[in-house]
Nanobody
Framework: QVQLVESGGGLVQAGGSLRLSCAAS????????MGWFRQAPGKEREFVAW????????HYPDSVKGRFTISRDNAKSTVYLQMNSLKPEDTAIYYC?????????????????WGQGTQVTVSS
């Protein structure tokens, strides 16, 4: 079992930045690759970022590539999502998730554990 708790969400103006954190507890967090997803009102939950267990590999969809950066500190069992140049369309609840799969996975069904989410609102 892995418990995930996100923090760092809030209200920011367009063009601003936020850094989300996801603290993991329970089974060794470094045993899992991690992902960030987001869900806007009335929309499906979508993939935002993935990081390998070691932290050496990352992947992003085109919608956030160059603006978002995922990283992890395994000593602290924490994963981060640095979000720059935020746009109103980035407004959503952001979730971190853990997967035991060692290859890149972007589908929600591939992730076994989820946090409760943190709200990010970007005003225009």
């Amino acid at each position: 079992q892995v418990q995930l708790v996100e923090s760092g969400g809030g209200l920011v103006q367009a063009g601003g930045s936020l850094r989300l954190s996801c603290a993991a507890s329970g089974r060794t967090a470094s045993s899992y690759a991690m992902g960030w997803f987001r869900q806007a009102p009335g929309k499906e939950r979508e993939f935002v970022a993935w990081i390998s267990r070691s932290g050496y590999l990352t992947h992003y969809p085109d919608s956030v590539k160059g603006r978002f950066t995922i990283s992890r500190d395994n000593a602290k069992s924490t994963v981060y999502l640095q979000m720059n140049s935020l746009k109103p369309e980035d407004t959503a609840i952001y979730y971190c998730a853990a997967t035991p799969r060692t290859i890149l996975v972007v589908r929600r069904s591939e992730y076994d554990y989820w946090g409760q989410g943190t709200q990010v609102t970007v005003s225009s």
